[in-house]
């Protein structure tokens, strides 16, 4: 998020969703950054969850599942076009 040209994609998700919270901005944030990364290249991408999580099974799988529902919602911060 240093370079200037990623601050757009920061403020549209900021846009997107003035009722979130930081957290919630930010797991947006990084959904918006693997779309981008899916335009300009073909196959699978990860996103990581909290280490935090890393000892809790239940708290990964939900986090994953949260994450993946937020990439199918309409107004995600993030399009899939």
Sequence with gaps: MQK???????????RDHPQLGTSEVIDRLLIAFGIEILKVHS?????????????DTAATVA????LIACTKKPGS???AS
């Excluded at 200037?4 to 900021?14: D, G, K, V």
């Excluded at 986090?63 to 949260?66: A, I, M, Q, S, T």
């Design 4 to 14: 200037p040209e990623y601050l757009p994609l920061l403020e549209q998700t900021i």
């Design 43 to 55: 196959g699978p991408g990860s996103t990581e969850v909290d280490a935090a999580l890393s000892f």
């Design 63 to 66: 986090k994953g599942r949260e």
């Design 77 to 79: 911060g993030a399009s």
